[in-house]
């Protein structure tokens, strides 16, 4: 039987990876989020990690961080799908400014199209259970997570679990990027399931004197969880940054600011191990009935490959 340290380690499950290029003439406007032919190719590019091993797995969809490459995730989304999970990551935008209303939409239609066009995109013998789906996010990515979870746009699919990989919900108290997420009032965030919130511990703090944090106080992860109505959990890695649960290797210009711009605390592959593992432990409790893991991680019984400063969980 496998046990709980488990979790943070690669699972059972050998992993594919896939691109799959996004349609043409896409439109993602409120009124019209999936383009006429979505069987044949989803409304924005996507990454695909899923198990090697036929079966049918539930379905996590990844939102990536501002102005990043879904591919930066490849390693953390693998780690995933070897546990039983099929993680669609898409590439919301290349380009954008501080309005996350387009993302939003863009989210929406990649979850609208997941019914009628995913199984097209997955290797013979792999089927996705679509009786509803679980949406995280990093960064930026974490904010529109929780605007689909508060209904910003509406999607086809049910909720099964929210997890929020370091959100941020603007540069600061008084500047958050439209549309803002939190409210500065206990339970504001109400969404129809269960919400993880991972934080960081140098994420508040300045790489240096010229650049400000990436997730600052007051607009990312403690302030979130704060907010969110049970049941919900916080996770807080102490000594790690907010970009430091990417892939050991991130190319081109992209890729060199998120290891410029950001505090780290050095090494990447602690902080996606938990990352993964913790998000693993979530959805198997929450979609596959099996709570296991994310009591001993919420006990402490099981030795993270980081140091925890938050273990918090807020019951029904």
């Known amino acids: 039987m496998a046990s709980a340290g488990d979790v943070f380690d690669h699972g059972r499950h ?18 019209s989020r999936v383009d006429a032919e979505p069987q044949q190719s989803p ?14 797995y539930p379905v996590v969809v990844f939102l990536h961080g501002y102005l990043c490459n879904n591919y930066f995730y490849s390693q953390l989304i693998q780690h995933v799908a070897s546990h039983g999970f099929i993680v669609v990551c898409p590439q919301l935008y290349t380009v954008s400014g501080p309005d996350t209303t387009g993302e939003i939409n863009s989210a929406a239609a990649v979850i609208d199209w997941l019914a009628a066009g995913l199984s097209s995109k997955l290797a013979p013998g792999i089927r996705p259970n679509l009786a509803a789906v679980s949406i995280s996010g990093h960064s930026r990515g974490g904010k529109v997570a929780f605007a689909l979870g508060l209904g910003h746009a509406k999607t086809s699919l049910p909720l099964a679990a929210l997890i929020a990989v370091d959100p941020v919900d603007g540069t600061g108290m008084g500047n958050q990027t439209p549309p803002p997420i939190l409210a500065y009032k206990p339970n504001a965030i109400r969404v129809p399931a269960p919400v993880m919130v991972i934080g960081t511990g140098l994420g508040e703090l300045p790489r240096n004197a010229l650049f400000p944090p990436c997730a600052p106080l007051g607009v990312s992860h403690a302030a979130f969880y704060d907010e969110c109505a049970a049941p919900a959990c916080h996770l807080v890695a102490r000594d790690y940054g907010h970009t430091d649960m990417m892939d050991d290797v991130t190319t ?3 890729g060199l600011a998120t290891r410029a711009l950001c505090k780290s605390g050095g090494a990447r592959a ?21 709570p296991e893991w994310l009591d001993a991680v919420r006990e402490q019984t ?14 029904e």
């Open 14 to 31: 050998g992993t594919s990876l896939a691109r799959v290029e996004q349609a043409k003439n896409t439109r993602c406007s409120a009124a």
């Open 43 to 56: 409304p924005k590019a996507l990454l695909i990690a899923a198990p090697c091993d036929a079966g049918e």
């Open 252 to 254: 081109g210009a992209k």
């Open 270 to 290: 602690p902080m996606r191990r938990f990352v993964a593992g913790a998000m693993v432990a979530f959805l198997n409790k929450w979609v596959q009935g099996k």
């Open 302 to 315: 099981v030795a993270a490959p980081v140091v925890l400063s938050a273990v918090e969980f807020r019951d």
